[in-house]
């Protein structure tokens, strides 16, 4: 029997999501978790693995069992041996050739900046603080050169593993409540740091050192060195990962 599972987590104090020796990671406590409550050596398979520090709202999982439960029963049981910064939200029984990865149509990733002068410590975990005003307008407007299938060479990092760079932006919505900026980004699929290096190229844009067509020749450049800083984990959270029919927990 394969079960998809959906997970939230606040990733301040984890190593990332794929397991480590460490063992301070989100895989390795939920993995854990799962094996004490159903006796049974488990490995999960997750729909996109975060950095440390990154958060998660719509994580997706799956793994095989023989163990035979109620929904609610696996639902009950793994939540209560996982610490509070990791939950299980729902949990499905799904065909034995649903991938959690590779089902995946689309993913959705959210960036949340602190716009203001003065740093929050409430919000310091899920955002990041910068004091200079950024023009949204800007941001904006260099968002649509982001949009369609583009060679994202520019915008991955050294240690990126993906076979190929060529990824599909379906959607990108800018827009801010108070001082918080929240981006969104919907693709196919992302490369490794490629939201955060599109949050230094959104940085520069928004406060007037490159000009809002800049986006596009770093795009065009397919060269790493010209684009913007990596920006921080904290600020990103994984929002939600698209099945199509295939789900339809949520």
Known sequence: MRLA??????GTDWSGWQSQPEKNTIQDCLEEAIKRFSLQEIKVVCAGRTDAGVHAKGQVIHFDTSLKRERY??????????????????????SSDFHARFSAKSRKYSYSIL??????????????????PLDLNRISNAARFLLGVHDFSAFRSSECQAKSPIRKIIR?????????????????????????????CFFEIGRGRKPIAWIRDVINSRDRSICGKTFPPEGLCLETVNYGDLLNAN
Request: proline share 1%; charged share 15%.
């Open 73 to 94: 029963s696996w639902l009950r049981g793994i939540n209560s041996l996982l610490p509070a910064s990791i939950n299980v939200k729902w949990v499905q029984t799904v």
């Open 5 to 10: 599972l959906g997970v939230e987590y606040d």
């Open 172 to 200: 990108v919505n800018v827009e801010k409540n108070n001082s918080i900026i929240r981006i969104e980004i919907e693709a196919n699929a992302f490369l490794h740091h490629m939201v955060r290096n599109i949050m230094g």
């Open 115 to 132: 716009n203001q002068k003065v740093r929050s410590s409430l919000n310091r975990n899920f955002t990041t603080w910068i004091a200079v």
